[in-house]
């Protein structure tokens, strides 16, 4: 709280403050200010915070992960993200990995990423040889 004192008829000077991924409004105007008066600070969240949905597919040795894309997204600060599964051919979504983030709170600094990660499809394929040797 900060507190100013202004002669009769004149204006308040607002603060210079930020806070990440919301936008500063105030409650009323402190311009031309005849009596007491207190002001409140009212913070929009900003509907074009920045975060990132990162999609790995499984390698070729079937024991890691390579990142295939990153989508940059944007939505409103401390709301919900949710990744949207991409379909890959050959690959399926592993909605069992530990390193998943499907989801996640969207900070107002940008710095959500949520993950996903998609296995490569394998099949067995048996020969029957018939007699053949």
Same mark, same amino acid.
Do not use: C
């Given at each position: 709280?900060?507190?100013?004192? !202004?002669?009769?008829g004149q204006s308040a000077t607002?603060?210079?403050?930020?806070?990440?991924?919301?936008?500063?409004?105030?409650?009323?105007?402190?311009?031309?200010?005849?009596?007491?008066?207190? !002001?409140?600070?009212?913070?929009?969240?900003?509907?074009?915070?920045?975060?990132? !949905?990162?999609?790995?597919?499984?390698?070729?040795?079937?024991?890691?992960y390579i990142m295939q894309e990153?989508?940059?997204?944007?939505?409103?600060?401390?709301?919900?993200?949710?990744? !949207?599964?991409?379909?890959?051919?050959?690959?399926?979504?592993?909605?069992?990995?530990?390193?998943?983030?499907?989801?996640?709170?969207?900070?107002?600094?940008?710095?959500l990423v949520l993950k996903l990660?998609?296995?490569?499809?394998?099949?067995?394929?048996?020969?029957?040889?018939?007699?053949?040797?």
């Amino acid at each position: 709280m900060k507190t100013q004192e !202004v002669e009769e008829g004149q204006s308040a000077t607002a603060p210079i403050i930020t806070k990440a991924g919301y936008t500063l409004s105030w409650d009323k105007s402190f311009s031309n200010v005849t009596s007491d008066l207190t !002001v409140n600070a009212v913070w929009t969240a900003n509907t074009n915070t920045r975060y990132a !949905v990162q999609h790995y597919i499984q390698n070729t040795s079937l024991n890691g992960y390579i990142m295939q894309e990153t989508e940059n997204k944007t939505g409103t600060t401390d709301r919900t993200a949710t990744a !949207v599964a991409k379909t890959y051919t050959g690959f399926r979504e592993n909605t069992n990995y530990s390193g998943r983030v499907p989801s996640g709170i969207i900070n107002g600094n940008g710095t959500l990423v949520l993950k996903l990660y998609y296995d490569r499809e394998t099949y067995n394929v048996t020969l029957n040889t018939n007699g053949g040797t």
